[in-house]
């Protein structure tokens, strides 16, 4: 399996417009680490961007876990980009 990082950014007030997803969210990145797919994912400490490490066979099944998430698809998350990752250590 191919290794992907994620870098994306939030919208303004997070913690305020995150409410209404938050729990599908959650539920959704469960599946996707309990599939495999998601290795470890969350925010940077001043909330204004997520990183996250995903497992998958290409890109565009990284893309697709992505745009599917309530967070992206509600404009919680508001731009991202992937990079094929190659773990040295």
Request: proline share 3%; aromatic share 14%; with cysteine.
């Amino acid at each position: 399996m191919n290794k992907y990082i994620m870098w994306g950014s939030y919208c303004a007030d997070v913690l305020e417009k995150r409410v209404p997803y938050r729990e599908a969210h959650l539920e959704g990145i469960a599946k996707l680490k309990e599939a495999g797919v998601v290795m470890t994912i969350g925010p940077t400490k001043d909330l204004t961007k997520v990183f996250g490490i995903y497992q998958a066979e290409d890109e565009e099944t990284v893309r697709k876990a992505i745009e599917a998430d309530p967070y992206w698809q509600n404009g919680i998350w508001t731009k991202y980009e992937i990079k094929e990752w190659i773990q040295a250590f």
